[in-house]
């Protein structure tokens, strides 16, 4: 039996997203990957860590029946709510928030993780190093370094880049807090790093990423992530 003191996380999957720029008919995280779908990969994953207590899938409007029906076989003993999302990224992570905000307002979630159902190769070891950092420093990013950039016309960027990438992790009472000051003002950050940034006073810690943490966006996406899955 878990006891209060034990560390509680949920994890946010975004699944809101559709296949027209990877050239689907259909929403792209319901793709196959090998022998499962996309987002099966994401949420096999986030089901093996053992601090997970909840997790929340974000579908469109319309998708939740076809959405579980897809991950149903790789649930096993566990559950999962699912829930519409909203015409932004921002509004969609709002409205799995608000599904948390009673767990969290009770104190039986102590940390939460929004992650992109898009992105299924991000490992056990990069999930459990974002949330150890999470825990310690109050929020975590994996971020991953950018080369060779140009700018439009043609000109090399200068200087060493970053790209920010999901899983990110946060303090389960600040992301609440955060999210619901964004909402009395209207605001919508790109990410959710980007909302606690503006409302939150906790320090957020990058954790090293790389180009293996690929997010399906494009037709050849979805072969490179064969390809890098069979290297593992």
């Not at 190769?121 to 990069?126: I, Q, R, T």
Request: one cysteine or more.
């Amino acid at each position: 039996m878990r006891t209060v003191t034990e560390p509680a996380t949920a994890v946010v999957l975004l699944a809101a997203g559709s296949g027209s720029r990877v050239g689907a008919d259909r929403n792209k995280v319901l793709l196959p990957l090998g022998d499962r779908p996309v987002l099966a990969r994401s949420l096999s994953t986030v089901l093996a860590l053992p601090a997970v207590r909840r997790v929340v899938l974000v579908v469109r409007p319309g998708e939740a029946d076809r959405v579980a029906e897809a991950v149903a076989p790789y649930l096993g003993d566990r559950e999962v709510q699912v829930v519409d999302g909203g015409a932004t990224r921002h509004a969609s992570e709002w409205q799995a928030i608000r599904l948390l905000a009673p767990a969290v307002d009770a104190g039986e979630i102590d940390l939460v993780a929004v992650h992109d159902g898009a992105r299924p190769l991000a490992g056990v070891p990069l999930w459990e190093s974002v949330l150890a950092a999470a825990r310690e420093h109050g929020g975590a990013i994996p971020v991953a370094r950018l080369s060779g950039l140009v700018t439009a016309d043609l000109r090399a960027v200068p200087g060493e880049l970053a790209g920010v990438q999901t899983p990110q992790a946060f303090t389960a009472r600040e992301l609440l807090a955060a999210y619901r000051a964004a909402d009395a003002e209207g605001f919508e950050a790109t990410d959710t790093a980007g909302c606690l940034e503006r409302y939150a006073d906790v320090r957020i810690a990058a954790v090293a990423s790389g180009p293996g943490n690929l997010k399906i966006t494009f037709p050849e996406d979805l072969g490179l992530a064969e390809a890098l899955q069979r290297v593992d």
